[in-house]
């Protein structure tokens, strides 16, 4: 399917009303958009949750309790489903959306800390940082983000100043780990390049990181702990973006 489905056809999908054809062409939107297709499988798990619920008893029909009308104030919550997606992904460690399993949702997270560091910040780069079709919880002012990021965290840094390199402030997102809430603060410049900076409390057993850096393919995410928070800033790996954050950093930490 090449066109983009409408809410009818995506709830007609989750209600198994499509015929083949056209099941494939929502399944195959699907396959190339995950945001979408993370928030039609909670849909899926809600319907399935609604059905178990309702097993067995004769009831009035109710329009409140429709699936369709259900699933449509779930869709105005949408950017509220990218968070929990992003949070899902940070707390598997992995980057692919679309070979999630329903076991996976509930599996428990293991006990250290598995790959390299600050993986999640990447990740939450490449969701949000990267792309300019998701609106961000809180849009960047005159003044900045710095009293959004003082009021959702105890004590922590201040932002750099990247606006010597052309870099602004643009917006910012509130995530979430296993260890507590986490923030990504989005800077971008003229040309539409993002920097993102980014805050998480310590993984587990509290493991606070050393400065470092590390890439994974386009992009190098640069990294240390302050003040009881891990911290990363995530640009494309290049020579003149790095640049931009390492002399940021080096006026703020």
């Known amino acids: 399917m090449n066109t983009h489905p409408s809410e009818d056809d995506l ?8 015929d083949g054809e056209r099941r494939a062409g929502i399944e195959a939107w699907l396959a190339h958009h995950p945001e979408r297709a993370v928030e039609v499988r909670a849909w ?4 399935q949750q609604l059905r178990a619920s309702l097993a067995g008893a004769a009831l009035t029909p109710n329009p409140a309790l429709d699936p369709a009308r259900l699933r449509a104030g779930l869709a105005r919550r949408r950017s509220r489903r990218y968070a929990m997606a992003a949070a899902l992904l940070l707390g598997l460690g992995a980057g692919g959306l679309g070979g999630w399993q329903a076991r996976e949702w509930t599996r428990p997270a293991p006990v250290a800390m598995a790959g ?18 998701l609106q961000p919880d809180r849009v960047a002012d005159d003044d900045g983000l710095q009293d959004w990021l003082d009021a959702n965290f105890s004590a922590p840094m201040r932002l750099p100043d990247l ?11 509130l995530l979430a780990t296993e260890q507590g809430a986490a923030a990504l603060v989005v800077y ?6 993002a920097i993102s900076f980014y805050i998480r409390p310590p993984g587990p057993q509290r493991h606070l990181l050393p400065r470092g850096d590390r890439r994974d393919g386009e992009l190098l995410a640069q990294y240390w702990s302050r003040g009881g928070y891990n911290y990363a800033m995530v640009s494309r790996s290049d020579a003149d973006s790095t640049d931009v954050v390492k002399r940021a950093l080096a006026d703020s930490i």
């Open 11 to 18: 709830h007609a999908y989750v209600d198994g009303l499509l």
């Open 116 to 133: 390299p560091p600050m993986g999640d910040a990447i990740a939450a780069h490449r969701l949000f940082a990267a792309r300019h079709d």
């Open 188 to 193: 971008e410049n003229a040309a539409g390049a």
């Open 44 to 47: 899926q798990q809600d319907a």
């Open 163 to 173: 606006r010597a390199s052309g870099f602004r402030q643009t917006g910012a997102r």
